[in-house]
């Protein structure tokens, strides 16, 4: 049974600040190994005999892996399911569950969705992009080939490498949309260099600059990553799904 209109579905978390807020709303993180899909269950005990109800939520990956702990999950919409033992749980819309269990189910994620919406309300006018941004950045070189750079990413999982001189000097972005764009599919870019390639007037921000600042930018020049530069130098990058939401904001 799907547990629509909660509020949850949609929302996207780090994996390492979502397993600790489903943590404190009673949920407990399945421990199943998967590079893309994460699954948190509410046990519900039941006075049938034999029968166990779960509520469950579940998310997947839209950046990151969640098997190496970087993700960026995106919630799904919450299930009710029925455990019949010795066969397993059923999540069917079919299935028959008592008005006080789907109450107390709607209770519960309520609860999630407070502290998931709690911990992403912020003052964006007034936190830097330095207390959010990633600082561990995979980059590349302008005298890198594209294949050097498409490995990056994939080894990463990530669609954007930004291009750095000796000292981490940012001079540039190159992003797995702009060659494809231009036509670099993998395994084909040959002897192209970076340089050809990436946008050496690519936007950046200083990390000072504050996270509604940097989203105003984002959304204006429609970009989904951008780096942090202090100086000439590469200092992070941050990434639009991530960034807090203004508790001003309606």
Not at 75 to 90: A, R
Not at 146 to 174: F, R, W
Not at 203 to 208: E, F, V
């Amino acid at each position: 049974m799907k547990i629509e209109g909660k509020g949850i579905e949609g929302a996207v978390v780090d994996l390492h600040k979502l397993d600790y807020l489903m943590d404190k709303a009673g949920f407990v993180r399945g421990g199943q190994w998967d590079y893309e899909r994460v699954t948190y269950d509410y046990k519900l005990d039941a006075a049938e005999k034999n029968i166990t109800y779960y509520l469950r939520v579940q998310g997947y990956a839209v950046e990151g892996d969640v098997d190496k702990g970087n993700a960026a999950v995106k919630l799904m919409t919450p299930l009710l399911g029925k455990h019949y033992y010795p066969h397993g749980v059923e999540y069917g819309d079919g299935e028959d569950f008592p008005t006080s269990l789907v109450d107390r189910s709607n209770s519960l994620l309520n609860k999630a969705k407070e502290l998931i919406q709690e911990f992403k309300k912020v003052d964006t006018t007034s936190i830097p992009v330095s207390d959010v941004m990633k600082e561990d950045v995979a980059v590349c070189t302008p005298e890198d080939n594209l294949s050097t750079a498409a490995s990056k990413m994939k080894e990463n999982d990530i669609g954007v490498v930004p291009v750095c001189e000796s000292e981490q000097k940012y001079v540039g972005l190159l992003t797995e949309r702009t060659m494809i764009n231009k036509g670099y599919a993998e395994n084909k870019e040959g002897s192209t260099k970076v340089q050809e390639v990436m946008d050496d007037h690519a936007p950046s921000a200083t990390p000072d600059t504050t996270v509604e600042e940097a989203r105003n930018l984002m959304n204006d020049k429609n970009l989904q990553h951008l780096p942090i530069v202090k100086g000439e130098k590469l200092v992070g990058i941050i990434s639009l799904s991530e960034l807090p939401t203004d508790q001003h904001q309606h």
